[in-house]
């Protein structure tokens, strides 16, 4: 029988990984890192136990390889969705709007996610500024700094108030009731930093 080529094994193993992720999603979801167990996983994914060593040496690795893999997909999704958009004001509304799109659309993820940003963890944590940094960079030159310049928006620190717009999605998108669904309306969210960021004339007080 012949041997398979060098690009079905990397097929092959590229999806075994996969499948482990998705697996590992599904149970951190449900029983948070400490109580995850690696075992269960690899059946979860189809496969024997043990298996999953040959691919994540540790619970450890497994965790931030998928909070890696978590922040390409969230940026991904959001991006496609922003710069579909001209203008910085749709880009604005469009990054609120498809952050909570993600959100339901990928539950599982947003509960490890959500979990491992308010856990004790301090090395995932940091995975997770690292994995996020270009979410923050979309925002500062993408949306930001042209309204900015457009006039679109009042003057501001554009990386300050990437960091401030990413907190308030991250800390009103994380809010899940039982079942894992955003309970805040994301139009409210979106109508508050337009508020808050379009260039108006205060009045005297």
Known sequence: MPRPKAADREAQHKDTRQKLL???VAEFAEFGFE???????????????GTI???????????????SQ???????FMSRSILAAESPTERLERFVRS?????????????????????????FKTQMYLAYL???????????TP??????????????????LMNIYLGTASQLDEHGRTWIQPEL?????QHALALVEMEDR
């Open 134 to 144: 270009p979410m923050f960079e979309l925002v500062e030159h993408e949306i930001i």
């Open 99 to 123: 952050g909570f799109a993600f959100v339901t659309a990928h539950t599982a993820q947003a509960m490890v996610m959500v979990n491992t940003l308010y856990g004790p963890d301090q090395e």
């Open 147 to 164: 309204g900015v310049a457009a006039g679109a928006f009042r003057t501001v620190d554009a990386r300050a108030t990437a960091g401030l």
């Open 189 to 193: 969210v979106a109508d508050f930093v």
């Open 35 to 49: 109580s995850a167990n690696i075992d269960r996983i690899s059946r979860a994914a189809g496969f024997a136990k």
């Open 53 to 67: 060593y040959n691919y994540f040496p540790t619970k450890r690795d497994l965790m931030l390889a998928l909070i």
């Open 70 to 76: 978590t922040a390409e997909l969230h940026l991904g």
């Open 22 to 24: 998705d697996a590992a």
